[in-house]
């Protein structure tokens, strides 16, 4: 009977990648679908890429087996192995069988685009992030369609890969899963093994945990007076007729919720303002008309604006923002207790639930819908 041998296989800083990258992709999957927290969406995007990044850095200059030429194989190689599953005569190998090797760099390159249309999209659709300014708004909204397909594509792989991962560690009766956890495998060679290289490992922790404080210090300051914004946007056209005149009677809804030809209209009428005689001098109103039509909907000032903007049909001229197809969509599934919840009063106080409301950029992790009264 051969001697079996427990050596460690996999280095501290390569299994602190890998969890780190698990606990990453599976944070910014389950926060993609509700902008409210496009923040930690952000966050687990950006901690990712980074450690892919260190992957591709600890993939040339690691220990032994998280070396790319440790892995590299041909596809003859990985042909032969599929093969040998199926026939049960697959070599077994201390570090990554030729299969998963195979997988590991379609991870690692999937992951990078990925990571990359995310910040195209939050450069192009949201405004934000390094590339901010750089990215046109059309750019942007195809990344975002190209960073979902990219993303289903890598949850896909990774199925695949966790699945390959059950087969070979049935195959041949080793705790794969197991040996990414505590590192050691058993093998009947006492070569092989690595250091742990605590030291990168501990650097590398130390960093992640600094970058996350330090990203969600605003939580840590905000006060009920003065509520964290994630993401500011950047400061609007203002004109102080507008807002004292409008403002006067209700909040005053910046421009871009509306189209230039609906806001002209309203102008038009400002004698019947929803039953209202706004009693405005010709001035005032060419203005408040002129404020308006260059900051609406068509002026793509901000996400909001853009999306206002693509949802309206030609022919289209509402005269309230709730008629607005994308403000009914975004809407639709508020329960109805909050209209009616005397904190928020209705569907026009937009600064209820809209942090920036006043400000009018209507970031999306700017919006918190309120606790219901209790009677």
């Known amino acids: 009977m051969l001697n079996k041998h427990r050596l ?14 698990v606990a990453s992709f599976t944070t910014a999957w389950i926060s993609f679908d509700d902008n409210r927290y496009l923040d930690v969406h952000v966050y687990a995007g950006y901690l990712f890429f980074s450690l892919l990044v260190f992957r591709l850095i600890w993939g040339a200059v690691g220990s032994r087996h998280a070396r790319f030429r440790a892995f590299a194989c041909d596809w003859p190689s990985v042909w032969a192995y599929l093969r040998g599953l199926l026939n049960g005569q697959a070599a077994r190998h201390l570090g990554h069988n030729p299969a998963g090797a195979w997988a590991i760099f379609a991870m690692l390159a999937l992951g990078l685009a990925v990571s990359l249309a995310g910040i195209l999209t939050l450069a192009g659709e949201e405004g934000h992030g390094p590339l901010r300014g750089l990215i046109p708004y059309a750019v942007g909204s ?3 369609d190209a960073h979902e397909l990219l993303a289903w594509s890598l949850l896909v792989l990774t199925l695949v890969h966790v699945s390959g991962v059950i087969v070979e560690s049935v195959f041949h009766k080793n705790n794969l899963i197991w040996a990414m956890i505590t590192g050691y495998k058993e093998t009947t060679s006492p070569a ?40 500011q946007g950047p400061p609007l056209p203002d004109n102080p007729t507008w807002r004292t005149e409008c403002g006067d009677c209700h909040l005053a809804f910046y421009p871009v919720l509306l189209p230039a030809r609906s806001w002209r209209k309203l102008m038009a009428e400002q004698g019947d303002h929803f039953g209202e005689d706004l009693s405005l001098d010709a001035a005032t109103v060419a203005e408040i008309t002129g404020f308006l039509a260059a900051n609406a909907a068509e002026s793509g000032l901000t996400e909001a604006a853009h999306k206002m903007n693509d949802s309206l049909s030609a022919g289209h001229t509402p005269l309230r923002i709730t008629e607005m197809p994308y403000w009914r969509r975004k809407h639709a599934e508020i329960d109805a207790a909050y209209w009616q919840d005397k904190k928020i009063g209705g569907k026009n106080h937009c600064s209820a639930c809209h942090l920036d409301a006043a400000q009018g950029t209507f970031e999306d992790s700017a919006m918190r819908l309120p606790p219901l009264s209790k009677n």
């Open 8 to 21: 460690l296989i996999w280095d501290l800083p390569t299994r602190l990648f890998h969890w780190l990258l």
């Open 192 to 231: 092989g093994g690595v250091s742990k290289h605590g030291v990168v490992a501990v650097v590398m922790l130390s960093v992640a945990c600094i970058f996350t404080a330090m990203y969600f210090r605003g939580y840590l300051t905000q006060t009920p007076d003065k509520p964290y914004v994630p993401f």
């Open 142 to 144: 195809a990344a975002k």
